[in-house]
């Protein structure tokens, strides 16, 4: 008698290697999104956080109310209040000293916008 595997049985362990991977690649493939997303929700809170403390630290340069401030990340790395190489996770890049964070004051409500 022939060792081995016969054509139907080969072709079973395909469809059934078929079938797992249909259901598993598209849950990796959302798992990496949802990954990516709170890795950059994360920066971006850093960052907003950062700037929060620098102007509790500096309250003469904070918005008076229905005023819009600017604060530049170069600011804030000559401040210490971030880190020098911080990476921005989607462009992979040290975060610009150009970019700038948006402090708005609506009526007693301070806004942090982080704007790449």
């Given at each position: ?24 690649v ?51 790395k ?16 040290i ?22």
């Amino acid at each position: 008698m022939n060792k081995g595997f016969t054509l139907v049985e080969l072709l079973a362990v395909l469809v059934i290697l078929g079938t797992i991977t249909i259901i598993a690649v598209p849950n990796v493939i959302t798992t990496n999104q949802k990954m990516a997303e709170n890795d950059y929700n994360e920066f971006k809170n850093t960052v907003e956080n950062a700037a929060e403390i620098y102007m509790e630290t500096h309250i003469d340069q904070k918005p008076v109310a229905g005023e819009t401030k600017h604060i530049s990340i170069k600011t804030l790395k000559d401040a210490g209040f971030i880190n020098s190489n911080l990476i921005n996770p989607q462009t992979k890049n040290i975060i610009s000293d150009t970019d700038t964070i948006t402090v708005k004051n609506s009526n007693g409500t301070i806004t942090y916008t982080y704007n790449p």
